[in-house]
């Protein structure tokens, strides 16, 4: 079975601290893409970061970072220093070889001035 | 990157009449489309997988006679809500790509669905 398990549903910090949003997946496939989007109250999905399974490498882009451990099937996002525009639905999903994605239920971020 | 989108953006209608949403990639050649729904406060749900020239696929649980799919050309895509009821208002959403295996894929900007 494939899925993706984002447990926390909502995650409220002030500004200026850092957070981080869990995201832990299952599949057989040998070969897939981990993506995280971010869901603003508009509702347009914008894209943050795509990963494929080969790649172990963490990535930091700005405050945004992302820590991929295949060992535990896990893809963390991590933002450092949130500010208020940070706040939003953050969805982590699953690509698999069929070409669909599994969206986790997603993590509603509150940053508080 | 790649530009993917949807029309209209947002559509009231009445119980009972149809819906068409448009979905178009602008600079490339979508051989697969996706068709995903998005109730309030819940994830975006997969409904069918569209390619070109041929029949969608429907996922499990959706009515294949109540959402109409046509994927008549490279960049086209459009999904027909027929019959529409209240239950049927949400977020429908399009992502487009031009291989199911390479990972690009494209988001349309969301059309909000409110049937009265």
């Known amino acids: 079975a494939q899925k993706v398990t984002q447990a926390q549903t909502e995650i409220s910090v002030v500004e200026k601290e850092d957070v981080t949003l869990d995201c832990v997946y299952e599949?057989?496939?040998?070969?897939?893409?981990l993506f995280w989007y971010k869901q603003p109250p508009s509702g347009e999905l914008v894209f943050l970061i795509r990963?494929?399974?080969?790649?172990?490498q963490n990535e930091i882009s700005g405050r945004y970072s992302w820590n991929f451990q295949k060992s535990t099937s896990s893809f963390n996002f991590t933002i450092t220093a949130s500010q208020v525009v940070d706040s939003a639905v953050y969805f982590c999903a699953l690509h698999n070889q069929g070409g669909k994605l599994i969206f986790g239920q997603g993590t509603e971020l509150s940053v508080k001035p | 990157g790649a530009v993917v989108s949807q029309h209209p953006s947002r559509v009231i209608c009445k119980s009972g009449t149809s819906v068409k949403i448009e979905c178009r990639s602008l600079d490339f050649q979508a051989t697969t489309m996706f068709w995903y729904r998005q109730f309030p406060k819940q994830s975006l749900m997969l409904m069918a997988t569209s390619n070109e020239g041929s029949k969608a696929t429907y996922e499990q649980g959706v009515e294949k006679d109540k959402f109409l799919i046509n994927h008549a050309s490279l960049t086209l895509s459009t999904l027909t809500v027929t019959s529409a009821h209240p239950e049927d208002s949400s977020f429908y959403i399009c992502s487009a790509t031009g291989g199911v295996n390479t990972g690009e894929l494209f988001f349309g900007e969301g059309s909000r669905l409110t049937v009265l």
């Open positions: 599949t057989r496939d040998t070969t897939y893409y």
């Open positions: 990963r494929n399974s080969f790649d172990e």
